[in-house]
């Protein structure tokens, strides 16, 4: 059953993926005509076929995968607002449940990717029709090397968050950087159970260059029950339950300011977030006992 489940699921994913990509992309290059309520114009359009896109998905996943969401009270949230998403980062998965728990009641969620993902057939092309940003990660030994780097991850982000002015959007920080795993854990020496450590720049850099549109943070705190799943385990229906907190914090004096230039600002919002990652890990840690305490049970 579990097979049947996987092939009808994954055929249902391309095929949806297929029908919704082809406007996306007519929209991406209908795009390039440099005129601004245009443009304004043809990125709705491209946001709305995503949306459906994901609605379809959506509905793939009710129909055939027996996954039980667990979702803590949803908070007030508003359509047509802007918001910073931040959650914890464990599994390819992650983005299914955010577009799952999320979808319709805040904006489009748009991510901030890895270069390289552009190449991802079709979905590659997709994301930069709708303006996903992709990014260049310079380590501190490739900036070292080549100075001029500095600074580089700030403009791009100013730069994408500049389209992301003019409509509402919520843009989604995994702030981990990476997906958690046990060996991540331990090279970084964490101190924290569940979690990898914070990673302040990106998120400091999109509410430095959107903080006047950006109110508010939804925190996302993403449990597997049965340990982290790969797509696959999804899709063929090995993953029972996934509990989601959800949580909505006002974006605050912490959260907007000079991260580049103030480095009083800087500690501070440093402080915050790592005040925000251990209430996440004392959740995941409660969440990791109550379904050891119904196994045992």
Avoid at 111 to 117: H, M, N, T, Y
Wanted: one cysteine or more; glycine letters at 4%; aromatic letters at 12%.
């Amino acid at each position: 059953m579990s097979f049947i489940r996987a092939v009808l699921g994954l055929v249902l994913y391309f095929v949806n993926t297929v029908v919704w990509c082809i406007p996306i992309f007519l929209c991406g290059f209908l795009k390039l005509i440099p005129i601004k309520p245009w443009q304004t114009m043809v990125s709705a359009i491209a946001k709305s076929c995503a949306s459906f896109w994901v609605a379809c998905n959506n509905l793939n996943q009710s129909l055939l995968i027996p996954t039980q969401f667990n979702v803590s009270t949803v908070p007030e949230l508003k359509y047509k607002d802007w918001y910073l998403v931040i959650a914890n980062h464990q599994s390819w998965v992650d983005i299914l449940v955010l577009q799952r728990v999320l979808h319709r009641r805040i904006p489009f969620l748009n991510f901030f990717l890895k270069k390289e993902l552009i190449y991802v057939p079709l979905l590659g092309l997709a994301w930069w029709a709708l303006d996903f940003p992709f990014m260049a990660r310079s380590s501190k030994s490739q900036i070292k090397k080549n100075p001029k780097l500095k600074g580089k991850d700030l403009e791009t982000t100013k730069k994408a968050c500049e389209k992301f002015k003019t409509m509402p959007v919520s843009i989604v920080n995994f702030v981990e950087g990476t997906r958690y795993t046990e060996q991540k854990h331990a090279r970084q020496n964490s101190p924290f159970q569940h979690l990898l450590k914070p990673k302040a720049g990106g998120v400091a850099f999109v509410m430095e260059a959107m903080g006047e549109q950006i109110k508010k943070v939804v925190n996302v705190t993403i449990h597997y029950p049965k340990g982290r799943p790969t797509f696959m385990d999804f899709v063929s229906g090995h993953v029972p339950q996934i509990d989601v907190q959800l949580e909505v914090m006002p974006a605050g004096d912490n959260w907007c300011g000079d991260y580049s230039s103030d480095n009083e600002f800087r500690v501070k919002f440093q402080a915050e977030l790592n005040r925000v990652w251990q209430q996440k890990d004392q959740q995941l840690v409660e969440l990791h006992s109550r379904s050891e305490h119904v196994e045992r049970v």
